[in-house]
């Protein structure tokens, strides 16, 4: 029997979520600790509002988690799986740069 391709509605969705630069820096940035909204504006040089956006999007796709404390919102990870699903993309990337066009 073959898999109902509304199976894989998730997993699109993750790799959607992934599939902005700017996105794929803050899972990149929060691989390694989590980080607050203007930690990640500075490092990454892109404006409040924008950053806010994109944490929206990663958000809904269950990708980053928020813990708010005061006036201050920090971001970090949902789970192990994402970092390695990201890492592991990352690399196989890297691999290949050398090898395209």
């Known amino acids: 029997m073959e898999p109902v391709l509304s199976t894989y509605d998730g997993v699109s969705e993750l790799f959607s ?6 996105r794929a820096a803050v899972v990149h ?3 390694d600790r989590p ?3 203007s930690e990640l504006t ?3 040089g892109v404006s409040q509002p924008l950053m ?3 944490l929206r999007v990663l958000r809904t796709a269950h990708v980053v988690t928020a813990t708010r404390t ?3 919102t920090t971001y970090a990870l949902s789970d192990d799986h994402v ?3 990201f890492l592991d993309a990352f ?3 890297k691999e290949h740069e050398d090898t395209d066009g």
Do not use: I
């Open 52 to 54: 806010s956006q994109h």
């Open 42 to 44: 500075d490092e990454l």
């Open 91 to 93: 690399t196989h990337t």
């Open 17 to 22: 979520a992934l599939a902005n630069p700017v």
């Open 70 to 72: 005061g006036r201050t």
């Open 29 to 31: 940035r929060l691989s």
């Open 83 to 85: 970092a390695h699903v």
């Open 35 to 37: 980080r607050t909204v």
